[in-house]
């Protein structure tokens, strides 16, 4: 084998590997009924990989992404969090290319009815967001985009960075809270 050849079999190997360890270490901490195939994982990985720069929440503004300061919450359903917009994104459904980033302040323990709110806002979910012009629903991850979470435009939501009991593409997190004024 040449030593270029060699090098590019070097680097697929390396390419798979990581991949598969995203695939792995993004699992959900417990499954939830209505989760995809594992596989999706995998596709998933480079939303990880394009969007976990923004963990520290300050890192928003340099993709793009204008923070906004409501937190959105359904007081049955839970929370979806602060939403950072990147106008540029709407529209998008590349796995790389989310309209918005969610963030949250604080979150409900999942063994107590309780919330903790300290240590800034982190990142929690992101959002592919496509304006409804009367066409079928895009689908992404083989997940069906939800219409009037937001009117006039059809919402995907991936609960990528908080583990979500009611499904890792559900609008709602019922682990996410806004805070109380």
């Known amino acids: 084998m040449s030593p270029r050849s060699l090098q590019g079999a070097v680097k697929a190997a390396i390419a798979v590997a990581t991949a598969a360890a995203f695939a792995l270490t993004a699992a959900p901490a417990h499954a939830a009924p209505d989760d995809p195939d594992p596989s999706v994982w995998t596709e998933l990985s480079k939303t990880y990989q394009a969007t976990s720069k923004y963990g520290y929440e300050a890192s928003a503004a340099a993709g793009g992404y204008v923070r906004t300061d409501e937190c959105v919450a359904d007081p049955t ?58 066409q079928a629903a895009p689908t992404l991850f083989g997940q069906t ?27 709602w997190n019922p682990l996410v809270v806004c805070p109380t004024t």
């Open 77 to 134: 359903e839970g929370g979806m969090g602060y939403h950072y917009l990147n106008k540029a994104n709407i529209g998008s459904v590349d796995p790389e290319k989310p309209a918005a980033l969610l963030y949250s302040e604080g979150s409900r323990n999942a063994w107590a009815d309780v919330s903790d709110f300290t240590g800034g806002r982190k990142l929690v979910a992101v959002e592919w967001v496509v304006e409804d012009e009367g």
């Open 145 to 171: 985009f939800q219409k009037d979470q937001l009117p006039g435009f059809f919402t995907l939501h991936a609960w990528i960075y908080k583990p979500n009991s009611e499904g890792l593409f559900a609008p």
